[in-house]
């Protein structure tokens, strides 16, 4: 894949600004090279998912932390009809805001977000948990398992994910449960755009990368996860057991302990 | 993934020598000279890829030219962008949503400041230090030349002299005056001010201004002039295109790109520009402007809705070329004579290299050095000049990609030496190409005039090039 100079199409049309929720938790000592953390939810999800409980253990492990929503999520404002690229520009405008050289964290179709915010914005490194990288097969095994939420977006509505797709049974039901009913639905533009695999373009600055999920997530399948490490250079860390929500499900700090070690891994 | 700051070994030992003095290798690291916008991209790119930087910078904090504090600083309290965000921030750390569209030029000095924290560059900068000497010096392993660079400090000091493997000269082009002669100019009376000694709008309430020069700064001038002085002449040498900052609901600039990124052909480009103007400020001869004698996008853009606006209500009399300068009056070239207390001379700047031969830089008789690719010196390919390109668009941008490229290549020659200097040749078989899709008008002012398309393009495919097997 080639540098990409040209983009005269943002240049043209640069995304609306809007108001953006950035939470943040400062460690009580940080060895001086420890670079910032930015979480980036999926679509659906707020900066809340990321402040439950990987917020405060990454800030416990020394790491600036910070968790953002995109447009139209959480606590962040809205722009009508948010495009793809407004989505990459709201992770850029975060990380180039930040003190620091930042690590960017993606989640589900945040992944995608943040795999494309870092073929623009040189972050230290990167972390893809649990990507959705879109792909007719994986939108149809969608609309199979989950007709009622998917349906609507192909005349135009919105997308509710299913609670049993995100969280795994060992996860309280009234916690899952409140979980759920604070997602926000996903405008039916973002999830058609899922439609196609999308493949993003090549990281500025050679950051190294991990990609973390679970083989039995009902959203990513296996392969998925394979195939997006693979494309750079490596092969998943698996949680097995796990739903799609890492960072929310029953055993959230076993993926985020891993993901800080190779953080602070010398060379990874 | 590693933290470490990539501090190099900063006490080498001296074992070489050069006419008696030491000369203290420091192997592969590459020097930049300056720590304005262009210095400070070439000094993250080069980290970026790996290299070891050293960079110099002659005052005590970054931002050049930008740096209202610094000598050489050509801003004055009023300054503001004339091109809109989008397109004047480095493409990999945006501006924040939150500023205006045509930033100050004070929030401009905030940005490269957070740029130099952001990616830790003034760990490798050595600020108030001065280079007075770049010469080139073989190497004795027979790879490509090297670099002794003498450096002092900017208050005086011993030199020093060290061995670099590359040199990115990012010293900037906007601090030395150009100054027209005219006849009888020693013998006036009034004051005359370079646009470079114009600070803000107090030195000019009061009197009668004449503001010599169409280019952006002159125009800048001649408003504040309207709304500050009690007169206020402003001598052009022909008829210009005046950009306003908005049209269509939107900045001017990005109206241009979008007709770019369509790929409108030129043509239809200027008869969309000359529409738009029609139908908004309409005949300038009407307002007593000379009527443009070119094509728009034929010379650098002049942005600036205001001029017009003043000119219609009487605060700028607009004037012909200056003939000749006497004790207390100025000649036009239509013979009417006028009687200026101070005349401001926005005559433009010239590039100055003192610290390098100017064969180096294949410097003309005029002071114009040719460069391959408007960045790399044709004689050695370990040389570089950043940012020394004006484009119809602002210059971080292309900056940031030029350091990229010039990185990417010290990085390909370090790794695949025959490649490189293959496509180095290359690129000097295509000489001192001009990026523009138009014929300038021709003078000094157009000396490095890009087309950001056209020039952005290029880099890009030499980019493609570096690529293409590494």
Redesign the interface.
């Known amino acids: 894949m ?14 609306p ?2 108001h953006r929720e950035v939470l943040s938790a400062t460690p009580e000592e940080s060895p001086r ?3 910032p953390v930015l979480f980036v939810p999926g679509y659906g999800h707020g900066a809340w998912a990321y402040a439950e409980h990987w917020l405060e253990h990454t800030a416990g492990r020394g790491f600036p932390a910070y968790a953002m929503s995109l447009r139209g999520f959480g606590a962040s404002g809205s722009t009508p009809k948010p495009r793809f690229a407004d989505y990459v ?1 709201d992770v ?2 975060v990380a ?6 930042a690590v960017i964290v993606g989640h589900g179709a945040g992944a995608l977000v943040v795999a494309q915010a870092m073929a ?3 972050a ?2 990167g972390v893809l948990v649990s990507p959705v990288f879109g792909g007719p097969g994986a939108a149809f095994g969608q609309l199979r398992a989950n007709p009622a939420g998917t349906l609507p977006a192909l005349f135009g509505g919105a997308v509710r994910l299913r609670r049993t797709h995100l969280f795994s049974r060992q996860l309280q039901g009234s916690v899952s449960q409140g979980y759920h009913q604070r997602l926000d639905r996903i405008p039916g533009a973002a999830a058609r755009h899922l439609v196609r695999r999308r493949t993003p373009e090549r990281p ?5 990368l991990l990609v973390v999920g679970s083989p039995d997530d009902r959203l990513v399948s296996r392969t998925t996860l394979e195939r997006v490490a693979r494309d750079n250079g490596g092969a998943p860390l698996l949680f097995p057991g796990m739903g799609h929500d890492l960072m929310l499900d029953a055993r959230w700090q076993e993926p985020i302990d891993a993901i800080l070690d190779w ?1 602070e ?4 | ?5 990539g501090q190099d070994d900063l006490a080498p030992v001296a074992t070489i020598w050069r006419n008696g003095e030491p000369v203290y290798d420091r192997g592969e690291t590459v020097c930049v000279i300056g720590a304005g916008g262009s210095g400070l991209a070439a000094v993250k790119n080069l980290r ?1 890829q790996g290299f070891g930087v050293d960079c110099y910078e002659r005052e005590t904090g970054v931002g050049g030219a930008w740096n209202w504090r610094h000598d050489r600083s050509p801003v004055y309290a009023s300054t503001h962008l004339i091109s809109s ?3 004047t921030q480095f ?4 501006m ?3 500023w205006p569209d045509y930033p100050h030029h004070s929030r401009l000095l905030a940005y490269f400041e957070r740029y130099a ?4 560059l003034r760990e490798h900068i050595w600020f108030g230090t001065e280079v007075i000497r770049v010469e080139p010096a073989e190497d004795p392993a027979g790879g490509p030349p090297r670099w002794d660079v003498t450096i002092r400090g900017a208050r005086g000091g011993a030199p020093r002299t060290t061995r670099y493997a590359a040199v990115v000269v990012a010293n900037g082009h906007n601090w030395s005056p150009k100054l027209p002669s005219y006849d009888g100019l020693e013998e006036y009376r009034g004051k005359v001010l370079h646009a470079g000694q114009y600070k803000d709008g107090t030195q000019l309430r009061g009197k009668k201004v004449l503001v010599v020069g169409a280019g952006n700064t002159g125009c800048d001038i001649a408003v504040e002039a309207a709304q500050q002085a009690t007169k206020c002449w402003h001598s052009t040498r022909r008829g210009y295109w005046y950009s306003p900052k908005y049209a269509l609901g939107r900045p001017v600039d ?2 241009n ?2 007709m ?2 369509l790929r409108l052909p030129l043509k239809l480009r200027q008869w969309i520009f000359k529409r738009t103007m029609k139908l908004t400020v309409g005949d300038l001869t009407r307002f007593g402007l000379p009527a443009p004698d070119h094509q728009p996008y034929e010379t650098h853009p002049i942005v600036n809705s205001q001029l017009v606006y003043y000119v219609g209500h009487g605060g700028i009399e607009p004037v012909p070329d200056v003939k000749r300068f006497d004790r207390h009056e100025v000649e036009l070239t239509d013979g009417r004579v006028i009687e200026p207390d101070l005349v401001i001379m926005a005559t433009g700047y010239l590039p100055r290299f003192e610290f390098l031969a100017p064969e180096l830089l294949a410097t003309d008789q005029e002071g114009r050095p040719r460069l391959t690719l408007q960045l790399l010196a044709p004689t050695y390919p370990t040389l570089a000049v950043a940012g020394l390109v004006q484009p119809d668009s602002a210059i971080f941008t292309i900056v940031h ?1 030029q350091t ?1 490229v010039m990185a990417r290549w010290l990085r390909l020659l370090d790794t695949a030496p025959d490649r490189a200097m293959a496509l180095w040749r290359a690129m000097q078989a295509g000489g001192d190409r001009r990026y523009t899709q138009v014929k300038l008008k021709d003078s000094t002012r157009h000396w490095f005039e890009v087309s950001h ?1 056209d020039y ?2 290029a ?2 495919k030499t ?2 090039e570096i ?1 293409a097997d590494a």
């Open positions: 080639r540098t990409v100079v040209m983009r005269p199409r943002e240049w043209a049309h640069p995304s600004p809007v090279s420890a670079p520009h850029t405008q180039a805001s930040l003190p620091r050289q623009r914005y040189p230290r490194a500025v600055g050679n950051p190294p953080l891994k010398p060379d990874a | 993934m590693a933290y470490d700051s970026e965000k989008p397109f493409p990999d750390f945006p924040p949503d939150d924290d952001h990616f830790a990005q109206v790109d979008q770019l990124a990609w990229v398309v952005l393009r880099l890009e980019l493609h690529e």
